[in-house]
Every structure is written in C-alpha cells, then in structure tokens.
C-alpha cells in the first residue's frame, strides 16, 4: 500500500498510487450514474443541466477505457486485484442499466445482436441440461397457451406501453430518447450481466450474496424483463418467458463443466454453500413466474397491463438502484473516496486524525 503521509514522487510507489486512481475514478463513476438516476429524484425533463460536480464524476466513464489501457500499458505483468475488477463489472453493468433509454450509452445494433444472441443460446443450454426441480413452463404446457396465440401484442398496445414507461422513468418521448425497439437495450439484455455481477460479490466478501431480498430482486428483475419483451418490445410465443427464467443451479452443468467463467460462477451461486439456495430460489421463482401466468378467461394484454400497475417498472428499478448504492461501498469504499469523506475507516483514522494527515500531506 502506498505511504499516503509524503508529498515526495516516489516510483516504487506508482503502482500502488495508479491502483487507488483507477479504484476511485470507478466508484466514483459508479456514484455519479446512480446520482443521475430518476429514482434518485433527478427529472429529466429539467431542461437544467447537471451539477458540475455530478457532470464531472460522467466524464469518468468515458475516461475510464483510456485510464485503464494507460494503466495495463504502465503496469503489464501485474494483476488487478479482484476489488478493482469487481467495481469495473460494477460500473459496465451500472452503465448499461441506467443509460439504457439514452442512444448515446446504447452499443451498436450488431453488438446487441450478438449479445441477445448468446444469452439466448446460454438459456437454451440451461433449459437443455434443465434439473428435474425447475419451475420453468414447457413450450407445450397449457399455462403458456396464451402467450402463443395472443402475441405479439398489437402496435397500437405496444407504443401505448412504451409511452408509459418513459413517462414513469422522467423520460418525454422526444427523438433523442428510444425505447422498445431492436436498437434499443432491454431489461432481458441486462439480465445476464446482472447476475454475473451478482455471483461476484461472494468471493471478495467472504460471504453469502443469495439473499432473501436478493431472491426477490433477482425475480423481480426476470418478471420484468418478460413483461417488457411482450408489453414494449412485441415479444411473441413462449420461448421469450422460457428464456428470462432460466436461472438457477443446474447440476448437469456443475457436472460438465469445471471453469472459472461467469456461467460457472452464477451456477454456484444458486448452489450456496451446502445447497441451501436451491429450493429457497425454486419457490421464489415460482412465485413470480406464476403472476406471469393469465388465468383462462382473461385476455393476456389485461392480465399484463394488471401485472405492470401492480409492480410498475419504476419501483422496481429503485430496487436495483437501492442495490446498486450498496455495491459501489462494497466491500469497502476506495481509499481515495475516504480520505475525500474526511474518514480513513480502512486505517481506523477518526475526522480528526485523517485532518491531520490530510493536513501533513498537502492534500
């Protein structure tokens, strides 16, 4: 760690000194774009701009892919640290979740071409090695006719959807914002990542990710992912309800595959450690897969639009954002960010020492 108590350049300390940057300049991008977010209580249809300070922490994420080359340039044979590398999957998914109404933060067509592409193949492998407690509706079970013969919905539903989600999240349909069409990002597309980012947190914290509250998040996320592909994105059939809840452990791929990749990784996080979050996770999903299902009398489009007041999108991304705030100090704030606070918790340096030293150091 660097001697924070010096104002001398000291090279055996560069290293250290780039690390705690680049720490900082991420979770303060982290911080920046949940700030920003219209559950946060920012509306954008303020024509003000943002606070410099705020402005200032966004250019960071532009910054970030230019910082982080100079930092593998400068330092090629050393290894980042699993915090570093957390708070970078931290601030990619950050970024496409809360920008994702904004062309500007949405990849090119083709890039989500290839990415709806292999999470669809990524679902279609799980549903094939699919364990014998899933909750998953066949293509051929009674409960998922509707969704073959009344979908998609009609263009009229769909811009009526799309309208309400925008107006929900702060957002004039105006030329610059598009949603609900294939240029455009989905929850689905961001689900991936989400618990890619989600089976992280266990390893760097020691502890245990799969929460009760993150069950319920975690279902909540694929409930609305499914209903926005068929309420906005005109999603038809049964495969896109399939794909959005195929989540879970699945012991055939603890079997085959014996990797360090983010599928292994989600996989053991809905294992737990003694094959405690499997059944609680099973019930969970089960509970909000069954919301999804209409009953026989009811047109699908209703039951939907009955579901979507009753869990409205906006509320369920300050879930996410509620979760998010929680990861970007996880599993400590960078030590740049405290010293900013004016608190060196990581040294156990109270207000008054960390003045001190702040003091001591010019800074």
Same mark, same amino acid.
């Given at each position: 760690?660097?001697?924070?108590?010096?104002?001398? =350049?000291?090279?055996?300390?560069?290293?250290?000194?780039?690390?705690?940057?680049?720490?900082?300049?991420?979770?303060?991008?982290?911080?920046?774009?949940?700030?920003?977010?219209? /559950?946060?209580?920012?509306?954008?249809?303020?024509?003000?701009?943002?606070?410099?300070?705020?402005?200032?922490?966004?250019?960071?994420?532009?910054?970030?892919?230019?910082?982080?080359?100079? *930092?593998?340039?400068?330092?090629?044979?050393?290894?980042? $640290? $699993?915090?570093?590398?957390?708070?970078?999957?931290?601030?990619?998914?950050?970024?496409?979740? /809360?920008?994702? *109404?904004?062309?500007?933060?949405?990849?090119?067509?083709?890039?989500?071409?290839?990415?709806?592409?292999?999470?669809?193949?990524?679902?279609?492998?799980?549903?094939?090695?699919?364990?014998?407690?899933?909750?998953?509706?066949?293509?051929?079970?009674?409960?998922? @006719?509707?969704?073959?013969?009344?979908?998609?919905?009609?263009?009229?539903?769909?811009?009526?959807?799309?309208?309400?989600?925008?107006?929900?999240?702060?957002?004039?349909?105006?030329?610059?914002?598009?949603?609900?069409?294939?240029?455009?990002?989905?929850?689905?597309?961001?689900?991936?990542? *989400? &618990?890619?980012?989600?089976?992280?947190?266990?390893?760097?914290?020691?502890?245990?990710?799969?929460?009760?509250?993150?069950?319920?998040?975690?279902?909540?996320? &694929?409930?609305?992912?499914?209903?926005?592909?068929?309420?906005?994105?005109?999603?038809?059939?049964?495969?896109?309800?399939?794909? =959005?809840?195929?989540?879970?452990?699945?012991?055939?791929?603890?079997?085959?595959?014996?990797?360090?990749?983010?599928?292994?990784?989600?996989? @053991?996080?809905?294992?737990?450690?003694?094959?405690?979050? /499997?059944?609680?996770?099973?019930?969970?999903?089960?509970?909000?897969?069954? &919301?999804?299902?209409?009953?026989?009398?009811?047109?699908?489009?209703?039951?939907?639009?009955?579901?979507?007041?009753?869990?409205?999108? =906006?509320? *369920?991304?300050?879930?996410?954002?509620?979760?998010?705030?929680?990861?970007?100090?996880?599993?400590?704030?960078?030590?740049?960010?405290?010293?900013?606070?004016?608190?060196?918790?990581?040294?156990?340096?109270?207000?008054?020492? /960390?003045?001190?030293?702040?003091?001591?150091?010019?800074?």
């Amino acid at each position: 760690m660097a001697n924070l108590d010096t104002k001398c =350049a000291d090279a055996s300390l560069q290293l250290d000194v780039d690390e705690m940057i680049l720490d900082y300049m991420l979770h303060s991008a982290v911080k920046a774009l949940l700030e920003d977010h219209p /559950t946060q209580g920012r509306d954008h249809r303020d024509p003000q701009p943002l606070s410099t300070s705020v402005e200032s922490s966004l250019a960071i994420v532009d910054c970030k892919p230019t910082y982080l080359a100079l *930092f593998k340039l400068n330092h090629p044979s050393h290894v980042v $640290p $699993p915090g570093v590398r957390f708070r970078l999957s931290l601030l990619k998914f950050t970024v496409i979740f /809360t920008r994702r *109404f904004q062309p500007s933060s949405t990849p090119p067509l083709s890039s989500l071409e290839q990415l709806r592409l292999r999470n669809q193949n990524r679902a279609n492998d799980w549903l094939w090695r699919e364990p014998s407690t899933s909750v998953v509706p066949s293509l051929h079970d009674p409960d998922t @006719a509707q969704y073959k013969a009344a979908t998609p919905l009609s263009e009229g539903e769909l811009r009526r959807n799309r309208d309400e989600v925008l107006a929900a999240h702060l957002h004039p349909p105006f030329p610059d914002v598009h949603y609900g069409v294939p240029a455009s990002l989905s929850l689905l597309d961001t689900l991936t990542p *989400f &618990m890619a980012l989600s089976a992280t947190v266990a390893p760097i914290g020691g502890g245990r990710s799969v929460t009760g509250v993150w069950m319920s998040t975690a279902a909540e996320y &694929m409930l609305q992912a499914a209903l926005e592909q068929y309420r906005a994105f005109g999603a038809s059939g049964a495969q896109t309800l399939r794909e =959005a809840f195929a989540w879970g452990h699945n012991p055939r791929m603890e079997i085959e595959r014996d990797d360090d990749g983010d599928e292994s990784k989600i996989n @053991a996080m809905f294992w737990g450690a003694e094959g405690e979050v /499997t059944g609680e996770w099973e019930k969970v999903k089960a509970h909000y897969l069954a &919301m999804l299902i209409p009953p026989p009398s009811l047109p699908l489009h209703t039951h939907l639009d009955t579901i979507s007041r009753r869990l409205p999108t =906006a509320a *369920f991304e300050a879930k996410v954002i509620d979760f998010l705030h929680g990861l970007a100090n996880f599993p400590e704030r960078p030590l740049l960010a405290q010293l900013e606070a004016g608190k060196l918790d990581s040294f156990g340096l109270g207000a008054a020492e /960390t003045s001190a030293l702040r003091q001591r150091c010019g800074v």
